[in-house]
């Protein structure tokens, strides 16, 4: 069967595409997805549950050898920073089915900036009925919300939040910081009840769960081929006429008229580059026959760098329920760092830091640069499509990021000291997503009972708490000494930043004689026909947000567009 389009990647982008374009009775799609596919309403407990970190961290959902570079030259390891497993998502939904469920669209003036980059027709006016036109916002109306769209968007009730949450809105507001009642209205400091996309049952409601429900599911003209690779898109000349994957062992080729690869930020340009787009002597140097040269394929790599302050919980503060929110309060203010424009800090108050024991125990603050400046890149490791990219974020690596998140750290320990935060939460540490973190992060038994036992050396007050805080978790890094140390700040940052899980950009929309553009602004690729980008890898820059509902804007639009053609 000969398809009219084929999505490469089932993430929240792919599932938007796969919805929108089969309304079309006459337009035959196949979706193809890398990882597992669940029908709605047998998700797995772990997706479906509100509290995200067990799906987040499970093995079950991830690209399995993904590996990337956070910063590029560690202060510890002259020779070059270690390679990190990135979880990264591999199922239906993408990171919609495991992520945090944060809905936040981000600033005006992020999508302004689009349009300023060459990115005609997405600014703010232009973007703003598409986030109308995917939600079904449960808690405010009017001109800046949808009440009919696919996702649902809510808040958790004050009656619901626990004491660290409280705590910690009282504490701001001594700090100067003001209520805004909506995350996604007038966009302006202060801190706000998170916005989320979450069923008012209290469960996830992802880009699968929205876009890819029983009736869509039903259409004749929809085809989904699940745990399945894209290793290319072939080509005749320079018209995309359709992919090559593999299943259950076996290469074969799939015919369409038009190809969207909607893979995400780190995959997308991989398969370009793989199908012979992208900077000419990076392929031939990999033996790839070059269809485009465009070297904007794999550049511009976006990310917020993101590191955390945590404290010990008393009991009466912790989030006791099993499945529930784990973060009820986010607050954004200006640095006022010269050149890095208004609202550019974000910081998550997370009442549960992880799904064991000792995350039960902790209270964090969450913070990461909302406007970053450091680029990355994707790159190739080889031509074999069962290869992973190379990756490096290059985080801090523009001095503007990292004199923010050190003023931030400062910020944040401030904070908690507050009396009314500081009777609450205890003791608190420099935190940061550790490869031995990440270790006992996993989900499994042995992790299970570990962090039991540390659970309990940790409800024991004063020395023995702090012994057990900083040789388990800081391996010997304290508050005190990065406050006071500025060589020992840049050194506990610079080896403990991570990213959001927010990589964007890296095929960028643009005009068409910026030789770094990748895409025009309905996602086609320069140099090549019949083929588009269609996910986060398209934004010129990462915008002030959590990177899935601008990912779900932007496959509306560019929905609207192929069928206005």
């Known amino acids: 069967m000969r398809f009219d389009f084929i999505i490469a990647g089932g993430g929240s982008a792919g599932c938007v595409l796969a919805n929108r374009l089969t309304e079309n009775e006459s337009c035959n799609v196949l979706l193809i997805e890398a990882g597992r596919d669940f029908y709605p309403g047998k998700e797995p407990e772990d997706i479906r549950s509100s509290y995200p970190m067990a799906a987040a961290f499970n093995p079950d959902y991830h690209w399995k050898n993904l590996k990337i570079r956070h910063v590029t030259n560690n202060s510890n390891l002259p020779g070059g920073s270690p390679l990190r497993f990135m979880e990264q998502a591999r199922v239906i939904g993408g990171g919609s089915s495991i992520n945090a469920q944060m809905a936040n669209r981000g600033s005006p003036q992020d999508y302004n900036e689009w349009e300023e980059l060459g990115a005609k027709g997405w600014g703010w006016d232009g973007v703003l009925p598409y986030f109308k036109k995917l939600e079904s916002d449960q808690d405010f109306r009017g001109e800046l919300h949808g009440s009919d769209g696919p996702i649902l968007i809510r808040r958790v009730k004050e009656n619901e939040w626990c004491g660290f949450s409280h705590a910690v809105t009282v504490a701001l507001e001594n700090s100067g910081l003001s209520r805004l009642e909506d995350q996604n209205g007038p966009y302006e400091d202060g801190w706000f009840p998170c916005a989320i996309s979450n069923h008012p049952d209290d469960h996830?409601?992802?880009?699968?769960?929205?876009?890819?429900?029983?009736?869509?599911?039903?259409?004749?003209?929809?085809?989904?081929?699940?745990e399945t690779l894209v290793e290319k898109v072939i080509f005749d000349g320079r018209k995309a006429i359709g992919v090559r994957i593999y299943k259950n062992g076996i290469s074969e080729n799939c015919s369409g008229n038009e190809i969207i690869i909607s893979s995400g930020a780190l995959h997308s340009p991989t398969i370009l580059m793989r199908s012979g787009v992208g900077r000419g002597r990076h392929l031939t140097d990999h033996g790839i026959i070059v269809i485009a040269d465009r070297a904007g394929v794999g550049a511009n790599l976006n990310e917020h760098p993101t590191i955390a302050i945590s404290a010990y919980l008393r009991a009466d503060a912790r989030l006791n329920e099993i499945g529930k929110r784990h973060a009820h309060v986010a607050f954004r203010y200006s640095s006022e760092l010269e050149g890095c424009g208004a609202n550019d800090m974000y910081v998550s108050a997370t009442a549960k830091s992880a799904w064991h024991a000792v995350g039960l125990r902790l209270g964090s603050f969450l913070l990461w640069c909302n406007k970053p400046y450091s680029r990355g890149r994707v790159g190739l490791n080889s031509g074999n499509f069962t290869d992973e990219p190379d990756v490096a974020f290059d985080l801090l690596s523009d001095r503007r990021d990292f004199d923010r998140m050190a003023d931030a750290v400062r910020r944040m320990a401030r904070l908690f000291r507050d009396p009314v935060l500081s009777v609450v939460a205890k003791d608190p540490f420099p935190s940061s997503y550790s490869e031995r973190v990440r270790r006992i992060g996993a989900v499994n038994m042995k992790n299970k009972i570990l962090t039991s036992i540390l659970g309990a050396?940790?409800?024991?007050?004063?020395?023995?708490?702090?012994?057990?805080?900083?040789?388990?978790?800081?391996?010997?890094?304290?508050?005190?000494?990065?406050?006071?140390?500025?060589?020992?700040?840049?050194?506990?940052?610079?080896?403990?930043?991570?990213?959001?899980?927010?990589?964007?950009?890296?095929?960028?929309?643009?005009?068409?004689?910026?030789?770094?553009s990748v895409t025009d602004n309905q996602g086609r690729v320069y140099g090549v026909q019949n083929l588009r980008v269609c996910d986060a890898s398209i934004f010129p820059c990462v915008p002030r947000a959590n990177t899935n509902i601008p990912t779900i804007m932007c496959a509306e639009k560019i929905s609207d567009a192929i069928k206005s053609n």
């Open 457 to 516: 050396f940790m409800d024991i007050p004063g020395p023995i708490r702090r012994a057990a805080i900083h040789s388990f978790i800081t391996q010997g890094v304290t508050l005190k000494s990065i406050l006071s140390d500025e060589a020992a700040m840049e050194e506990w940052l610079r080896d403990g930043v991570t990213g959001c899980w927010h990589p964007s950009g890296t095929c960028r929309m643009g005009e068409s004689n910026d030789p770094m």
């Open 204 to 226: 996830r409601l992802s880009a699968a769960m929205g876009y890819l429900n029983s009736e869509v599911r039903g259409r004749p003209n929809l085809k989904i081929l699940s």
